[in-house]
């Protein structure tokens, strides 16, 4: 059983560019959030995508957007990158029914801005 | 806006001691709250979890602790091992809202042979 897979791994940008995140979540999930973790901190939440909606939002400017397809996997968009978003973009899937709360993280997508 | 707050930032212990790790949080309406486990350069793995709704839950060498009526919970990991060096992260719900979680910013746990 696959968990929770992303891509790319690494990626490095310059300012101004956009960049897309991949996630698949893990079998039998259909709850998708992501989750931008700057180092030596926490995990910080972005938002969170159920039935291809965008269900709830943390304290990010709309320059970061999301997308859930029928399949339950997810895309991450960031447009006009800064420097300061420079980070690891973990991706969490959690089941849908029963929502334990339980959060399945994959391995994240670490991205440099230059 | 909501806030959790880890204490300490950072542990070092030898090993068969035991690491305590303490949490606040400030939502009335949290009512989920995870630990996680992050080792270098790898993903947060849940070890331990505790609902509103118990005080206590032990899982082996590991148990959590939670008071809601002083908003706090602790992270207890008796007779430490090497390879429990990692960073730990406490988490709490928003709201009653499943999946969404506010975590601490961490704490490094270093256990010395």
């Known amino acids: 059983d696959a968990g929770v897979t992303q891509s790319p791994t690494h990626l490095i940008k310059t300012r101004g560019q956009q960049v897309t995140l991949r996630c698949s979540p893990k079998?039998?999930?259909?709850?998708v959030s992501w989750y931008q973790q700057a180092l030596g901190q926490g995990p910080q939440f972005i938002f969170q995508?159920?039935?291809?909606?965008?269900?709830q939002r943390g304290n990010f400017p709309d320059r970061f957007s999301g997308h859930q397809f029928p399949n339950y996997s997810s895309e991450l968009n960031v447009n006009a990158l800064l420097l300061g978003d420079s980070a690891l973009y973990l991706c969490?899937?959690?089941?849908?029914?029963?929502?334990?709360?339980?959060?399945?993280f994959g391995e994240g997508s670490r991205l440099t801005v230059l | 806006g909501e806030n959790v707050e880890q204490h300490p930032s950072t542990l070092s212990v030898q090993e068969g001691d035991s690491a305590v790790i303490k949490c606040t949080y400030s939502?009335?309406?949290?009512?989920?709250f995870p630990w996680y486990k992050q080792e270098l350069g790898k993903r947060p793995q849940l070890i331990i979890d505790i609902r509103s709704n118990v005080g206590e839950k032990k899982d082996q060498r590991i148990a959590v602790t939670l008071n809601k009526t002083a908003k706090h919970f602790s992270l207890h990991i008796t007779e430490t091992q090497p390879e429990d060096s990692a960073v730990y992260f406490c988490?709490?719900?928003?709201?009653?809202?499943?999946?969404?979680?506010?975590f601490g910013k961490g704490t490094k746990l270093s256990v010395k042979p």
């Open positions: 995508y159920y039935e291809e909606e965008e269900r």
């Open positions: 988490a709490a719900s928003i709201g009653g809202s499943q999946g969404n979680l506010i």
């Open positions: 079998s039998g999930h259909d709850t």
């Open positions: 969490a899937s959690s089941p849908g029914t029963p929502n334990t709360g339980e959060l399945f």
């Open positions: 939502d009335s309406a949290s009512n989920y």
